[in-house]
């Protein structure tokens, strides 16, 4: 152990370390923009009888949740529509739909 400490200390500023599981730096950091301003994003419709949720922009909502900027107007099968600064607009889910089988109901 003393061994691993002197070799430790025996690197200088230039030679630090680097941690091979980080992701090398990819120049200087860009602001992300505001959530409001990057749109609507559907992840995920999620429907059972009589229930209908989506996933928007990484929040769970329900047709007139409203969050930022967003109002959510309708969840289909399809997709979202809502209203966003004043605009309506309709959010198409881009991944075909995967049929969800029920387990039988236990007794």
Known sequence: MAAALAAANSLRASEALVDPTRPAPSGPAREQPPPEAAGVRLQAIVSRPGSRVAIVNGRIVRAGDRFTNIFIEEVTPEGVRY??????????????????????ARK
């Open 83 to 104: 209203v966003q600064g004043g605009r309506s607009g309709f959010a198409r889910l881009q991944h075909a739909a995967l049929p969800v089988r029920s387990a039988p």
